[in-house]
């Protein structure tokens, strides 16, 4: 049975899981989601994820997995080769922290379902956007140099991990919500590596088949 990734173009949970379902040359089946339609919380998305969020991948022998982390750190294990972590345990560890950093730090403060409360609240565009900047530039500012300290062309060393896989779509966000990246050099020179591989290349929202006119 093939995989089955549940995702919707825009959201970068999902965006993570492609990549990695590329890095690793996984064949997998695309079922779209759509947030703005609120489809995530329709009985029959909502049987497979009880969070009712993206992404889900069905593995196809009877497990739905969820939380995109997980996700890819499952992928590693079933399929290891190419690693999206390194051998050694402490390099592990910074990769690790590295992928925390967008997944614990950044995302959770920003994705839609914040966006939503904060219009509840009586947020404007403008307040919305001034938050969204301020929570991607603290992570970047952590990030950065860890980037510049570890990174030969990707997030840590000289072939993608699980940094890259989490870094290179909240550089996506970044660059919808209007981010100066002008002070994250090492960020952005692992976004321009990036850029040109397929794994990455392929994954980007501009390619789903969901994908919406900018």
């Not at 947030?35 to 991948?57: F, H, I, V």
Request: aromatic residues 8%; contains cysteine.
């Amino acid at each position: 049975m093939p995989l089955i990734l549940h995702s919707y173009w825009r959201a970068t949970a999902p965006y993570r899981v492609r990549i990695g379902l590329n890095l690793k040359g996984l064949p997998y089946e695309y079922a779209p989601v759509n947030l703005l339609k609120a489809e995530q919380n329709d009985e029959a998305y909502a049987d497979l994820n009880r969070q009712e969020l993206l992404p889900a991948l069905d593995t196809g022998d009877g497990h739905v997995l969820t939380q995109s982390l997980a996700i890819l750190e499952w992928m590693d294990e079933v399929h290891p080769e190419p690693p999206l972590l390194p051998k050694d345990r402490y390099d592990r560890a910074t990769v690790r922290a590295m992928a925390a950093i967008v997944a614990c730090d950044i995302h959770p403060l920003n994705n839609l379902r914040i966006q939503k409360q904060l219009s509840a609240l009586g947020v404007d565009d403008a307040g919305r956007t001034l938050w969204t900047q301020r929570w991607i530039n603290d992570g970047f500012r952590a990030l950065e140099p860890m980037v510049a300290r570890h990174g030969r062309g990707f997030a840590f060393g000289d072939t993608p991990t699980l940094a890259d896989c989490l870094l290179i779509p909240q550089v996506y966000s970044a660059e919808r919500y209007a981010v100066d990246l002008a002070p994250y050099p090492a960020i952005r020179a692992v976004a321009d590596t990036c850029a040109g591989h397929p794994a990455f290349a392929d994954a980007h929202p501009d390619k789903q088949p969901d994908a919406q006119p900018s």
